[in-house]
């Protein structure tokens, strides 16, 4: 066996070559289950090390990160400085390593890379302190994968703050949902927000009445409606059922088809940012363009956007049949609409809703400029 003084030679020799069989060598010593180190010769052999992972070139870090990732009585220190490495060195530490503690890995969360965060979330072993500190990172692929680590504990209170913000992040809900350990009152918080799917779900795994969360935004709805203040309820629900994230498509045309008319422009108004009365010159102004564009920059589908247009045709006075011609008209107008520049309109329609105008930026050459609606001429 090499002696250590023959190691202390071969540091000396800056070669590639002789770098290399330093870290082989003191590799060697650690995991040689019949070498005995003394106190002195294995604090020799930590310094050896912690000054190699700075000399040697990334591939002979990378062969000793692999190596000592698994070994339970690696220097925490040495396993530390590895951590903090380009991640190619420090991803099998920063996975496997039990020799890591909760501060080393919070300052690696604090201090190294995106990378680095992202290894950290999935590692097997994850505390709710670690778990914490990724969230506050505010990272979306970050808290994704530690939402998707089953392993990772993660405290109520970050739980809620979760939930909370899966209104706003998509990319929360599924992950979220799939969790053992969530809360059930946590899911049925998240129940009026998540999609059609989600809710399913939902309904799966935690014993909730689907009849009773179906029927809760429907009968909030009649009490509101049922009202001598019709205009206002309806406005005042749909704040509610916004910050609640309830407003979508479905519902939309579940007030058409309703009836509620109020309640529909309240709603759509709500989602698309805009007065409640420009949703109601949209519904009574020819052809329609204007609510097409509303609907592409609500990122509305085009099956949901046709019974919008069918149904709100039939809440104006008059004529309540759309000829088919029509309607393939402002379809043919929907999907030639680009959702960013149908939400440029939107924007100068929040500053003028007079600037009907507008609809020329977005209307393709083929199909007839709109007539204007402003002040009741046309």
């Known amino acids: 066996m090499i002696q250590v003084n023959e190691l202390l ?126 969230v506050d990172t505010g990272n979306v692929d970050v808290i994704e994968k530690l939402l998707e680590n089953r392993d990772a504990r993660i405290s109520r209170a970050t739980m809620e703050y979760l939930v909370e913000e899966s209104k706003r992040t998509d990319r929360y809900q599924n992950p979220l949902l799939s969790r053992p350990d969530l809360p059930g009152e946590l899911a049925t918080r998240m129940y009026w927000w998540v999609s059609a799917a989600l809710r399913a779900h939902i309904l799966e795994r935690f014993p909730l009445d689907e009849t009773a969360l179906d029927e809760a935004i429907t009968r909030t709805v009649e009490t509101a409606i049922d009202s001598d203040s019709h205009t206002r309820k309806a406005s005042e629900l749909a704040r509610r059922l916004k910050a609640a994230k309830a407003i979508d498509s479905k519902l939309l ?79 043919a107008f929907y999907d030639r609409v680009r959702p960013d520049a149908a939400k440029v309109v939107v924007r100068r329609w929040r500053l003028n809703p007079a600037y009907v105008e507008a609809i020329q930026k977005v209307a393709p050459a083929d199909v007839p400029p709109q007539k204007s609606t402003v002040n009741g001429k046309r």
């Open 253 to 331: 045309v579940k007030s058409l088809r309703k009836g509620e008319v109020a309640l529909f422009e309240a709603l759509f108004a709500e989602i698309v940012d805009i007065p409640a009365d420009l949703v109601r010159r949209f519904i009574f102004e020819p052809g329609g363009e204007s609510l097409a564009i509303a609907c592409r920059a609500a990122e509305i589908d085009k099956g949901d956007f046709a019974s919008i247009f069918l149904l709100s045709r039939s809440a104006r006075p008059g004529e309540k049949l759309v000829d088919p011609s029509e309607l393939s008209r402002v379809i």
């Open 9 to 134: 030679a071969l540091t000396h020799n800056k070669s590639a070559s002789a770098r290399s069989r330093v870290a082989e060598v003191v590799s060697d010593l650690f995991f040689d289950g019949h070498a005995v180190l003394s106190d002195r010769e294995r604090s020799l052999m930590v310094d050896i090390l912690r000054h190699l992972v700075h000399d040697v070139e990334i591939s002979i870090r990378k062969k000793l990160a692999e190596r000592l990732a698994d070994e339970p009585t690696t220097p925490r220190e040495l396993i530390t400085t590895l951590a903090n490495d380009e991640i190619d060195v420090a991803r099998p530490v920063l996975e496997r390593s039990d020799v890591l503690q909760d501060e080393e890995l919070i300052e690696v969360i604090h201090h190294r890379t995106l990378e680095h965060q992202l290894v950290i979330a999935m590692r097997k072993t994850v505390s709710e302190t670690v778990s914490a500190a990724l």
